[in-house]
């Protein structure tokens, strides 16, 4: 772990969550790519970054995205869903994620995506997203770690599900992720979850 990575780790407590040792949030294609990640080759006891072929989920691809976790200010998005985009109205391929979350919680989305790629473990949450257009939806996302080579950072590996929109916020400017947070679940994946040994 950079220790640019353990400073941020020492910098905050992660987000209290329910624990679990599979998704709890009833989501159908969350539970699929769930099983799909649970089935690829983890000799180190995450699958390989390199094992993970979207061929194999390709109904799934649309709402799918990948990000990597270059350093606590950076979290860039590599691979970005065609209906993600659409919803967005906005191509996220290259952006960094900490940019579309409020300022207020900033630091500790940077501190939870971290866990999850160094402890590691897996994350559902339910939250709301404010979209360009004003309109805000309700969108229910499992983040599952993936690893990757020695020195190179770790990445996740995002399933969302976006529901008709609930509101609309005509004050705010621009996409804003994690807006307000619902639920939130910690996922074990073997190697426990915040809150436990």
């Known amino acids: 772990m950079p220790d640019s990575v353990g400073r941020l780790m020492e910098s905050c407590a992660p987000s209290p969550g329910e624990r ?13 790519v769930f099983d799909y990640w649970l089935s690829l080759p983890r000799p180190t006891g ?5 094992a ?8 799934y691809l649309p709402n799918l ?16 869903g065609t209906e ?3 919803k967005l109205d906005h191509n996220l391929t290259g952006a960094n994620l900490l940019d579309f979350v409020p300022p207020e919680t900033r630091l500790q989305c940077a501190r939870d995506m971290h866990e999850m790629g160094y402890r590691p473990c897996a994350w559902q949450a339910c939250h709301a997203t404010r979209y360009t257009s004003g309109l805000v939806s309700r969108v229910q996302t499992l983040y599952l770690p993936l690893r ?21 916020d005509a004050e705010g400017r621009g996409t804003v992720f994690g807006a307000s947070f619902e639920r939130m679940v910690w996922i074990d994946v073997g190697f426990g979850v915040p809150g436990t040994p």
């Open 20 to 32: 679990a040792e599979a998704p709890l949030l009833e989501v159908r294609s969350q539970s699929a």
């Open 46 to 50: 995450i699958p390989d970054a390199s």
């Open 84 to 86: 993600v985009t659409q």
């Open 148 to 168: 990757t080579p020695e020195g190179t950072p770790p990445r996740l590996l995002g399933m969302h599900r976006s529901e008709e929109a609930s509101g609309y």
């Open 52 to 59: 993970f072929n979207p061929g194999a989920i390709k109904r």
């Open 65 to 80: 995205t990948i990000l990597s976790l270059n350093g606590p200010d950076e979290i860039a998005h590599r691979l970005v």
